[in-house]
């Protein structure tokens, strides 16, 4: 017979589901950083074909979604961080496509 206490499977459970849970969690709240980056190359990719002059207004409005995802980023709101950042990435890209045609 085993002299090991019956609670340890237990107990191993509840550790790896506890685990399991913040490994979740903490990516869930990961900060944006490849979406902010997204960001910026979209806006020096629309910047160099003529965006700032051509489409003054979507890239302008893609400029400012960027700078609002940047300060929600330092606020810590990663999701609207997440979203405004995509939002100037689409933006950007929308942009550069109308000033290169």
Do not use: W
Not at 12 to 29: D, E, K, P, Q, S
Not at 40 to 48: G, K, P, T, V, Y
Not at 76 to 101: C, V, Y
Request: charged fraction near 30%; glycine fraction near 2%.
């Amino acid at each position: 017979m085993s002299n090991r206490p019956r609670h340890r499977p237990l107990l191993r459970r509840l550790l790896m589901a506890v685990y399991v849970t913040i490994l979740f969690a903490g990516c869930a709240t990961m900060a944006p950083v490849q979406e902010m980056s997204d960001a910026r190359q979209a806006l020096r990719a629309a910047e160099e074909v003529g965006a700032p002059e051509r489409m003054p207004e979507i890239y302008e409005r893609s400029r400012q979604l960027l700078e609002q995802a940047e300060s929600s980023l330092s606020a810590g709101e990663f999701h609207t961080a997440r979203r405004k950042a995509k939002e100037a990435r689409e933006l950007a890209i929308e942009a550069r496509i109308q000033s290169a045609e």
